[in-house]
Structure formats: C-alpha cells, structure tokens
T-cell receptor
Framework: SQTIHQWPATLVQPVGSPLSLECTVEGTSNPNLYWYRQAAGRGLQLLFYSVGIGQISSEVPQNLSASRPQDRQFILSSKKLLLSDSGFYLC???????????????FGSGTQLSVL | DQQVKQNSPSLSVQEGRISILNCDYTNSMFDYFLWYKKYPAEGPTFLISISSIKDKNEDGRFTVFLNKSAKHLSLHIVPSQPGDSAVYFCAASYISNFGNEKLTFGTGTRLTIIP
C-alpha cells in the first residue's frame, strides 16, 4: 500500500533562518506531488506541484521554493524565512489516472511551522 | 479569487441529527468534487466524492449532492456522531494542461457535534 511521510511534525524557526521540509512517498511510482499550506483561519492553498523529477510548478509568488530530486521525494525550502511563512504545511500525492479524472489527493500528517 | 467557497466557517449540530455542509463554486471547468475531513494537527483525509455527471453519491452515513446549474454541492451526515467533529473541506478538481488533477479547496467548515 502507498504511504506518505512528512517531517518534522513541528518546527520553530527564527525570522531569516533557512527552511527545509521533506516529504517522501512509498508504494507508488510517478506520483504527482504537492505542497499545500494552511495559514491560520484560511483554507488549503496550493503552493507547488510536480508531475515528475525536476518539474516544479509554482502556484503563487512567495518566499519559498520546491525541488523534486527523486521520483518520490519532494522538498520545500526557503533561504530566509519571514513571519508570514508561519502555517501548517502539507505534502500530498496523487496518482495519474487518465481514465479516472477523480484521482484523490492523499495527504501527509503535516508540519506546523512557527516563525518567530 | 476564491473559486470554491464555504460560507459557513462553523456549524454545531446535536448528536443523532443531520449535519449539512454547503459549498459553492464558480469555475465551470470543475468536473469532480471531493470532501475532505481534517482533525487538528493532522493531514486531511478523503471522505467522499462526486463526478459532475451525477447529482448524488452516497457512502454510509455520508451523502454528497451536486446541483450543477446552481454550482452548489452539499454534504449530508446522518446521523451525526461525536467523531464527526472536525473541519470539512470542499474541493473541486479539473485536469490541468500537464495532465494532473488540480484541486482547489474551500476555506473549510468546522463541524461540532454536541453530545
């Protein structure tokens, strides 16, 4: 069965420090990978998605970047964190099903990031 | 531009009664709709979905209704149980130019079931 791992679960970082959040998926090949953020009092905002190694699409301009060095690894990074980067970050994957347009997203357990 | 809207940020329902969560969308390209349930400090989990070619999908206590002409969908939970207390996200999907599904989420509704 497929599993998704995301770490760390919580992170407290000072403003201006770097960030690296990692996500890995097991049990599937060629997944679509996503990074979402849930800011306080807001919905789930798509930050990045990737359909393959080295292929990253950014949904919103921001202080963050994403990379996919391996098929099942997705990394969210920042060189210098801002206060506004605080939030709950979620990694997710979906399978490519051309016949089934309703492929679901499967989420990791999330990382609560507090920038102080 | 909020393409998927959940206008009720919170809802309280007595245990055993029906919970109705509502969602509206604006983008006519959406062709698949999903509901996710989220507990605090956890990732959302898939609950139920519906294709745009249907107007109803039922799974146990959960039923999703879709009204395409009104661009409105709703989630019915009956009977409501304390374990249903969570934040519910509505999401809408379409195939992107890259061939992957792009989900747009609403802002969520916090459901509280009162024992």
């Amino acid at each position: 069965s497929q599993t998704i791992h995301q770490w760390p679960a919580t992170l407290v970082q000072p403003v201006g420090s770097p960030l690296s959040l990692e996500c890995t998926v097991e049990g599937t090949s060629n997944p679509n990978l996503y990074w979402y953020r849930q800011a306080a009092g807001r919905g789930l905002q798509l930050l990045f998605y990737s359909v393959g190694i080295g292929q990253i699409s950014s949904e919103v301009p921001q202080n963050l970047s994403a990379s996919r060095p391996q098929d099942r690894q997705f990394i969210l990074s920042s060189k210098k964190l801002l206060l506004s980067d605080s939030g709950f970050y979620l990694c997710a994957w979906s399978a490519i099903h051309w016949e089934d347009i309703g492929s679901k997203l499967f989420f990791g357990s999330g990382t609560q990031l507090s920038v102080l | 531009d909020q393409q998927v809207k959940q206008n009720s940020p919170s809802l309280s329902v007595q245990e055993g009664r029906i919970s109705i969560l509502n969602c509206d969308y604006t983008n006519s390209m959406f062709d698949y709709f999903l509901w996710y349930k989220k507990y605090p400090a956890e990732g959302p989990t898939f609950l139920i979905s519906i294709s745009s070619i249907k107007d109803k999908n039922e799974d146990g206590r959960f039923t999703v209704f879709l009204n395409k002409s009104a661009k409105h969908l709703s989630l019915h939970i009956v009977p409501s149980q304390p374990g249903d207390s969570a934040v519910y996200f509505c999401a809408a999907s379409y195939i992107s130019n890259f061939g992957n599904e792009k989900l747009t989420f609403g802002t969520g509704t916090r459901l509280t079931i009162i024992p």
